[in-house]
């Protein structure tokens, strides 16, 4: 990584990068540098303790890769590198931004990433990883084009580099967003942009019940995905859910659910002896000052799956009330009689929906007649996480390319 103060240290490494050939999409030199990042990340004992650097490296194993490659190289048409993509990281989510500059890095573009400042243990890891696999002779030409860079807030090196840039990569909160589309990029340039989102779980109350009459062992799997669709990255990644929206036509039948689901969800923190970061002093405090505002606004709060999960009943949904959510473990929950009441929630910052019990061809017929809308994903609990070459409601792959057509 090198450390850049001042316009000058930017035009070098645009220099040096723009010399080097843009590759081919899913080139052979990518797909092996991604397999070795893959066996590190996954059979290291020293990483093995970092679940998302484990995830991610099963993420861009060699059999996931050939899937992807296969499904977009199979058509007629033709992809090729855009150019130079400046990525611009989130500070929260520290191994989040390494999935889109890989998407990118296979489609052959160069890239320059603006690593955050805030850093941490898992970023330090990561890079570490990255960069003594870049050392090897064999990818000294990833090295050239894919370089990682790291500077203090300065408006004339973004300006720069998005001047620069084919494609900029934006992932951060609104306000970061919107400061830096201040830079501009040329008319050709495209921003892909990660901004705030909200997701949530889907759960049906019946589904829960049955599981607790006849598959225990099921809904223990079930209590498991959800503690870690909620806790991996802290709640902090866009498709960790905060919501929990209930499903059933009696009220009576949801509440029962609720305390079959939690008190599984409690065994299974206190068999497992969980200790997260949601458990830590500072996270505590943090739900706390939360929920004693949500209280003030005459909801009822259950802690009793604390100190890992703070629960917030609510009657109906406000988006002000994402605006104080601080995530670490903090839950809202509440109740709908028939699916199409999703309408009613959900606005344009939501992003997953993570369900368990629902029939997906009913879902997915409500989103085709335009009755629930503002869902961008719907996966099954335990793959909130489960990054995705459709993002966001884009196709990566196409936005990291050219696409060439022909009749």
Not at 1 to 10: E, G, Q, V, W
Not at 60 to 81: F, G
Not at 358 to 374: M, Y
């Amino acid at each position: 990584m090198k450390i850049l103060n001042s316009t000058d240290d930017a035009k070098i490494i645009v220099s040096t990068i723009s010399k080097k050939a843009l590759g081919m999409c899913f080139g052979s030199l990518q797909l092996d540098f991604c397999q070795q990042l893959s066996q590190t990340l996954v059979t290291s004992s020293s990483i093995r303790q970092y679940s998302e650097l484990v995830a991610l490296g099963f993420w861009c194993r060699p059999a996931h890769l050939q899937q992807l490659k296969k499904d977009y190289l199979q058509n007629t048409h033709v992809y090729s590198a855009r150019g130079l993509v400046f990525h611009i990281t989130p500070g929260n989510v520290q191994s989040m931004f390494a999935y889109s500059w890989l998407l990118s890095l296979l489609m052959g573009n160069q890239n320059i990433v603006r690593l955050s400042s805030r850093g941490g243990e898992v970023l330090t890891i990561l890079l570490e990883v990255i960069e003594t696999i870049l050392q090897q002779d064999e990818f000294s030409v990833l090295k050239q084009s894919n370089q990682f860079v790291q500077y203090d807030y300065d408006t004339n090196l973004t300006d720069f580099f998005s001047e620069c840039c084919d494609i900029r990569v934006i992932w951060g909160g609104d306000q970061t967003i919107e400061k830096i589309r201040l830079s501009r990029i040329s008319a050709k340039t495209r921003d892909v942009v990660f901004a705030d989102r909200f997701s949530f779980a889907l759960i049906d109350a019946y589904a829960i019940l049955e599981l607790n009459d006849v598959k225990k062992d099921e809904l223990k799997k079930i209590a498991n995905s959800f503690y870690k669709d909620v806790l991996l990255y802290g709640q902090q990644a866009c498709s960790s859910p905060r919501l929990i929206v209930w499903n059933g036509k009696d009220k009576k039948i949801i509440e029962r659910a609720k305390k079959v689901f939690w008190s599984c969800v409690n065994e299974f923190l206190m068999d497992e002896n969980k200790s997260d970061d949601s458990s830590f002093p500072t996270a505590i405090s943090n739900k706390i000052a939360h929920t004693q505002f949500f209280a003030m606004q005459g909801l009822s709060v259950i802690l009793e799956s604390a100190p890992n999960f703070y629960r917030i009943q609510l009657d109906d949904f406000k988006e002000v009330y994402q605006a104080h959510h601080c995530g670490e473990g903090l839950i809202f929950e509440m109740n709908i009689s028939k699916l199409d009441k999703l309408s009613e929630i959900t606005n344009k910052s939501f992003q997953t929906c993570s369900y368990y019990g629902v029939e997906l061809q009913e879902l997915r017929e409500l989103v085709s007649q335009g009755v629930v809308h503002n869902i961008l994903r719907f996966v099954p609990i335990g793959h909130a996480l489960d990054f995705d070459s459709y993002w966001d409601g884009m196709d990566l792959f196409s936005e990291f390319s050219v696409i060439t057509t022909f009749s």
